[in-house]
């Protein structure tokens, strides 16, 4: 343990509050605590057999999920070197969508394993070089474990097989008809060129109510409103998108009609009138059936409108309305009047109906196989496909949203790198056997750093049997493992958490694949969150400035 | 944990104030707080069920057994418990009936694998009992149910005549059964049959007389509109009137808010007088000329237009409410007009016979024998305020069960002879499975048998004992035996004595409890993080109800 030399008292170096902790007690060792509390508030969620945690925000709002990501994002971590595993948690999200868990976990573990290291007489130093070493090594011996990857041309058999272990980490049970929904509406919107799949595209729609199997995909978008005039249903329809007002033009200007006399004044209103039938009658004679509004529609626009015939529907949302214009293909115009052909867009199918007790508003393609399809009817081919969920609860739609947000970035990962690996452990326990093989020939101290390390993979096998089998199953099942993977095609052996035989099955023959990539960026990131959390020898917290608190801006999380 | 460390001061992990709990008593105390949620709720159920009287903090009183509207009122805040308000909202707009049945039966779920879980059984096997259970009750439903031969429109109506009564069996309506359900069978045979929007069912409520002076309007009804001088002298009842439905202000006034009139001479000015009124005479000969006998507008219809169309026996009303003109349009044909220009025949509607009418103590415009009437108005009377308003909620879930036979024709017997129809099937196939889900199964089956269960208890009848009649009576095959409430018996076959559901209400019930029951199962740490803001604490849980629900709040073990 490091000699604590007594400091001279009175010296003061810093103002009046601050904090100042340095040394191997004081900083080191109890940043790692704080880090390991993390880990263990969310290793219980991991996995499919993860427990959900309920987590309510400063706001009072509610949430329900296993998901590493929401958890760590609502209960606001304070403690500094905690927040550097959030941190590389959110790194993750952003890079991958997916095994958020994973490093929060990870990071954790090898923190942990580091402590016994420390406490030894290590340096620091000296661990985070092993570390290092060992990161450098798992990630070569990672390239040559992947078994398959993605075929080409993708299908939706082979895209859902890809999205299941994923899904199943997130709602288990309901992995198959998750992974089909996103693979049927992934399917939808994949652009001739997958590379240029965007996860934008596949929006999700939440209607309480019934359960899930009753969702379907929509290949295009549905609002939750109904459309303003009479006309509620068109089909085959030319589709004009206006981002102003459907109106009289106002000006900006403050400016007053002057009126000299009295005829004047007996024909202000007719002139009105005239000029906004005569507007309306040039878009009708376009052909245009089907306006989107992007802003308010007045009064009397919305009279001729009646009249002829025109569907309308308001989409306040600008986002909404950009993808709306991916779906039918049209050009957002910011005046009011005729399209041009260009310009104007199409939709095989308008329609309002009734989903549970919401009636929604569907602007749709019809594809290949759909009753009324027609070849030769210049369908558009839909940009944005909709996953229309069901579900009990608010809570319950929220999380299987979550899920559904993860599956799609795994197919955007997937086409990125369409490289797999078996999954349930297996990856994550061959590396630490090969890297401790690795270890065992190195000399210098580093050699017990990169060993520790490799024991910290090991807990993404240990907690998976943990959360599935209960608590003394893992160190068994880890054990198990090891057995396996020393025989031939070993390297495929993960955790069961079904537990039918001895809690060990074969990944592959299971079809529990994981990418490439996501573990690849899973490791990096733990491991540079552990070693930027051991490279810290003090910390120097200012005194939290007086002064009225600043009201906190609560943006929408979906806001983009 | 084991640290090999001294004890340390405790790590700040998370911003202060935030409150965690996590394990079995945690789990133990959610369950505790839905268990005394049923507890308030479970005294409505059934034919017999008792009604509660809800003050709310403005001091106003409400009298209802409606399961979804009385956890709406008791305003709940116990996280989990909350989950159970979510799903009773579910099934009100999903089905619209079954709310209280949904709640029991989630609670009842939870109750009885509460045993389990304090012995330490995984939540993970007995979600996954849940879940396979109620697939199988779902299917089961699906075996049994009666699809109703729609050909035959007598048989057909007598179907929902039996299903609406059965819907108001359990509510304040129910000594007047049948003439009530004869009057909602009406109002949805109005409907569109493609569409069934119920919002085109207008309500109304008229205090005074007793319930059976209830009426059924077979078009629309509205209150009488404010009327200036010369309302009196118009004709009050019509035959065949054309109807004109307008968006126009039939009032002097300027014609634009940022127009200026400028006069040079004082004779100019009597010109510009002139002209104001020459447009507002305009537009009413432009009405006139139509030929419409009733001119309703959405805005207000002035002094001068009424007495101008006294003079030529038109009727009119301003300010009638935006969905009451609505649904004029929706019966009698036509369409709004923004504008009194271009007018033609076919933008106005007509209907058999126009008038208005004295009903208790307010006068009412009448349109019936409408053409084209796709709505109907029910114009509800009784004694008090809140009563007619429990009136009003009875009807709706009435309403909502004989809109969901209407879409499909699937019936079962209710008064708990599905339940336990399902229960024993379930009990069966439970026989043959080995493990710990065959113990799950069970529990579930046995906490399905709460509702006939309840609703003998609520009838003051021995539930142990008809339970085991009724065991009996399923256990030889007579699937349709339920509890009777009124004869000496206290058992039946419901299918005969007419006690009919449609499906959808209790397949629909199964699956949001089941949903419900897991969601609160699969929770396994409770974080609750300071709400940014004290905001005012909201109002005050009602004595005795809420309370209850908030007792069973203990927050488990509080971690570290």
Partial sequence: ?560 | MQRGLPMQPTVVLLKEGTDTSQGKPQLLSNISACLAIAETLASTLGPRGMDKLIVNERGEAQITNDGATILKLLDIVHPAARTLVDIARAQDAEVGDGTTSVVLLAARLLKEVRNYIEEGVSPHIIMKGFRKASELAIEHIKSVQITVDKSDPEQFRSLLLKCASTSMSSKLIHSEKPFFSNMVVEAVQCLDEEDLNENLIGVKKVPGGGMQDSLLVRGVAFKKTFTYAGAEQQPKSFRNPLILSLNVELELKAEKDNAEVRVEHVSDYQAIVDAEWEIIYRKLEAIEKTGAKVVLSKLPIGDLATQWFADRDIFCAGRVPADDLQRVVQAVGGSIQSTCSDIKREHLGTCGFFEEKQIGGERYNLFTECTKAKTCTLVLRGGAEQFIEEVERSLHDAIMVVKRAVKNGDIVAGGGAIELDIASRIRQHALSIPGKLQMVMIAFAKALEVIPRQICDNAGLDSTDIMNKLRVKHANGEKWYGVDVDGPEGIRNNLDAFVWEPSLVKVNAINSATEAACLILSVDETVRAPQSEAQNPGPRAPPGTAQRALRGRGRGMPRR
């Fill in chain 1, 1 to 560: 343990m490091s000699l604590k030399v007594p400091k001279a008292q009175n010296i003061q170096l810093f103002k009046d509050g601050y904090k100042h902790l340095s040394g191997l007690e004081d900083a080191v060792l109890r940043n790692i605590q704080a880090v390991a509390e993390l880990s263990d508030l969310v290793r219980t969620s991991f996995g499919p057999n993860g427990r959900n945690k309920l987590v309510i925000n400063h706001l009072g709002r509610l949430f329900v999920t296993s998901d590493a990501a929401t958890i760590i994002r609502e209960i606001e971590v304070v403690h500094p070197a905690a927040k550097l595993l959030v941190m590389a948690s959110q790194a993750q999200e952003a890079e991958m969508g997916d095994a958020t868990n994973s490093v929060l976990i990870l990071a954790g573990e090898m923190l942990k394993k580091a402590e016994n290291l420390l406490i030894m007489g290590l340096h620091p130093s000296e661990i985070i070089k092993g570390y290092e070493l060992a990161s450098v090594k798992a990630l070569s011996e990672l390239e040559s474990l992947s078994t398959s990857s993605l075929p080409s041309p993708l299908t939706k058999a082979s895209l859902a097989a890809a999205l299941k272990p994923a899904i199943a980490s997130k709602q288990y049970g309901y992995e198959d008809q998750l992974a089909g929904l996103v693979a049927e509406a992934s399917l939808a919107v994949m652009p001739s060129n997958p590379k240029n799949f965007n996860v934008d595209n596949v929006r999700v729609v939440k209607i309480m109510g019934g359960n899930l199997s009753g969702s379907t995909v929509v290949r295009g978008m549905v609002f939750g409103r109904e459309p303003e005039g009479i006309v509620k249903k068109v089909k085959k329809a030319k589709v004009a998108v206006f981002t102003t007002a459907l109106d009289i033009a106002q000006t900006e200007t403050k400016g007053t009609v002057l009126l000299k006399n009295a005829e004047e004044m007996l024909n202000f209103t007719r002139g009105e009138e005239k000029q906004l039938e005569k507007m309306f009658q040039e878009i009708a004679d376009s052909g245009v059936k089907v306006i989107v509004a992007g802003s308010a529609v007045g009064e009397l626009a919305m009279h001729y409108l009646n009249r002829l015939g025109i569907a309308v529907l308001k989409v306040l949302s600008k986002f909404d309305l950009r993808r709306l214009c991916r779906v039918v293909n049209a050009t957002p115009l910011a005046r009011v009047g005729a399209p041009t052909a260009e310009e104007a867009g199409f939709v095989d199918v308008f329609e309002t109906i009734e989903i549970g007790g919401d009636r929604v508003t569907v602007l749709r393609q019809l594809v290949e196989g759909d009753a009324e399809y027609d070849a030769a009817g210049g369908s558009e081919k839909t940009r944005t496909a909709t996953i229309v969920l069901r579900g009990a609860t608010q809570n319950r739609l929220d999380d299987l949203e979550r899920a559904v947000d993860d599956g799609v970035n795994v197919i955007k990962a997937l086409i990125k790198d369409p490289r797999l690996v078996p999954g349930a452990g297996a990856t994550e326990l061959e590396l630490a056997k090969r890297v401790e093989a690795y270890g065992n020939g190195l000399k210098g101290l580093s050699q017990h750093a990169v060993k520790r390390w490799a024991q910290a993979l090991e807990v993404v096998p240990r907690t998976l049997a943990e959360n599935a089998l209960g608590g003394a199953e893992g160190n068994e099942v880890v054990s198990r493992l090891y057995a396996k993977h020393e025989g031939p095609e070993g390297a495929v052996w993960g955790v069961d958490v079904e537990a039918e035989k001895d809690g060990t099955l074969s990944a592959t023959e299971h079809q529990i694949l994981d990418s490439l990539a996501a573990k690849q960026w899973a490791i990096k990131l733990a491991t540079e969150a552990a070693t930027s959390v051991l490279s810290v020898d003090a910390i120097i917290m200012s005194r939290p400035a007086g002064g009225p608190k600043i009201p906190q801006q609560a943006g929408n999380w979906d806001e983009d």
